[in-house]
C-alpha cells in the first residue's frame, strides 16, 4: 500500500518541505523600479555564479542600468590565472562598471587532502602574498576578500585549524593598509547553523536541505571562537580598513554588533544576503543602521535575478510590512517575511555609494561617471 503524501491536504501530516503559506495580510505594496540614488555592491561574486558566461554577464549590466546600480565590486580574483580572467572578463566590455578584489590562494599547487603541501606552510608564504597583492594592485586590484573558509576549515599539517589571527599572515593584513585597499571577510555563518539540527532550529528546513552546511561539532570552532579571532586581527591592524561581510555575519544580535563597531573603527558592515534577518526587526536594524552610517555599505551577494534587487530598495526606502526577501519558493533563508526600515535620504545616499566612494580604490571615477551617462528617473 501506497502511503499518502504528507502534503497537509484532506486533514493529513504536513512535511515542513512541503510548507509554504500565503499571507492573508493585506498591506501596502510600494512598487520601487529601481533604487533611490545610484548604487555601488560592494558584495558580488560574477566568476563563481556566471562561470564566464558574456551573454550573462550582458543581461546583469542591462538588470544594472534598470535598477540604477553604477558599480559591482567582484570578489572572486583568486591570486593566479584565476584573477587574470576575472578581469578579463569583466573589463573587456564594461571596465567602467565594475572593480575586482583579489583572494589568497592558500593551498597552492598542493593536495586538497594534504595540508602539509599547501603553499601558505611554506616558509616565505606571507612576502611572496604580499608583493602578488602589490602586483594584483598595480593591475586594477581594489581589495582583498577572504571567504569563510579562512578559520573555519583550512588545516595546519598537524591537523589543527589554521586561526585568523594567526600572526603568520599578520604581513599580508598589514599590507592591505598600506596599499590603501580593504579586506572584507567573512566570518562564521548564521547562528542556526552552529547549532543541532533538530526541532527546535529555526532553519531546520534549510539545513535539511543542506547538512554540509552545519558547522555544529566538535570538528568545528565555535562561532563566539571565530568572531574573537576576527577581531582579533582587526585590533591588530588599526591601519587596515575590514568589511565584516553579512553584518559581520551576526545581524540576529545587533547589540553584538554595535559593540564591535564602537570598540573597532576600522570595521564596516554590508547587509548582503542578510535583509532576511534584518528585516524581521525593523526597528532595531533602522537604528543600527542609521547609527552606524558612516561606516555602512551596500551589498546583495549577487548577482540575482532582478526581483531581488527589488526587494533590497523595498527594504531600505520604505515602510511597507511583510513581504518577501527573495524570489524564491519557499524562501531560502528562513520561513518567515520582512518590514523595510524606510531610510533617511542622507543615509541612503551613504548606504548606496557615498561611503563605498570614500572606501574602495576605483569607485569615485566610476560613480561621476555612471551619474552622467544614467540620470535617474
Known amino acids: 500500500m501506497v502511503e499518502p503524501p504528507l502534503d497537509g491536504r484532506d486533514g493529513r501530516d504536513l512535511s515542513l518541505h512541503h510548507y509554504n503559506p500565503q499571507s492573508q495580510l493585506k498591506t501596502t505594496a510600494t ?36 535598477n540604477g546600480i553604477a558599480v559591482c565590486v567582484s570578489l572572486d580574483g583568486k591570486l593566479g590565472s584565476q584573477f587574470q580572467e576575472q578581469k578579463d572578463f569583466l573589463w573587456k566590455e564594461h571596465r567602467d ?58 588545516r595546519n599539517p598537524d591537523g589543527s585549524l589554521v586561526e585568523i589571527d594567526d600572526p ?97 573603527p576600522n570595521l564596516w558592515v554590508e547587509p548582503a544576503s542578510r535583509i532576511n534577518e534584518l528585516g524581521r526587526q525593523p526597528r532595531a536594524a533602522r537604528e543600527f543602521l542609521i547609527r552606524y552610517q558612516d561606516r555602512l555599505l551596500f551589498g546583495t551577494d549577487g548577482p540575482w535575478p532582478e526581483q531581488r534587487l527589488k526587494y533590497y530598495w523595498r527594504f531600505f526606502e520604505t ?8 524570489e524564491k519558493e519557499p524562501p531560502p533563508q528562513g520561513l518567515w517575511r520582512i518590514d523595510g526600515v524606510d531610510l533617511p535620504p542622507q543615509v541612503l545616499r551613504k548606504l548606496y555609494y557615498e561611503n563605498a566612494v570614500r572606501l574602495i ?7 561621476e561617471a555612471f551619474a552622467d551617462s544614467h540620470p535617474l528617473k
Open 319 to 326: 515602510a511597507d510590512e511583510s513581504f518577501p526577501y527573495s
Open 97 to 154: 562598471r565594475f572593480v575586482f578584489y583579489a583572494n589568497i590562494d592558500w593551498r597552492g599547487d598542493g593536495a586538497t587532502d594534504d595540508p602539509a603541501s599547501w603553499a601558505c606552510h611554506r616558509p616565505g608564504f606571507a612576502e611572496r602574498t604580499v608583493q602578488q597583492l602589490r602586483e594584483a594592485v598595480k593591475d586594477g586590484a581594489s581589495g582583498l576578500k577572504l571567504f569563510k573558509r579562512f578559520g573555519l576549515s583550512y
Open 31 to 66: 512598487q520601487l523600479s529601481q533604487a533611490a540614488f545610484p548604487v555601488v555592491d560592494v558584495h558580488t561574486h560574477f566568476f563563481y555564479r556566471l562561470r564566464m558566461n558574456r551573454q550573462a554577464l550582458k543581461d546583469y549590466v542591462a538588470a544594472m542600468d534598470r
Open 361 to 367: 580604490p576605483g569607485i569615485r571615477e566610476r560613480i
Open 168 to 264: 603568520r599572515w599578520d604581513p599580508i593584513w598589514a599590507a592591505c593598509g598600506e596599499l590603501g585597499i580593504p579586506i572584507i571577510i567573512h566570518t562564521a555563518d548564521p547562528a542556526a547553523f552552529f547549532e543541532p539540527i533538530n526541532e527546535r532550529n529555526e532553519r531546520w528546513e534549510e539545513l535539511s536541505r543542506h547538512p554540509d552546511w552545519s558547522f555544529h561539532g566538535e570538528e568545528f570552532p565555535t562561532r563566539d571562537e571565530l568572531f574573537a579571532a576576527r577581531n582579533r586581527m582587526v585590533a591588530k591592524h588599526p591601519k587596515t580598513q575590514f568589511i565584516g561581510a553579512h553584518i559581520a555575519n551576526s545581524p540576529e544580535d545587533l547589540e553584538q554588533v554595535s559593540q564591535w563597531m564602537d570598540r573597532y
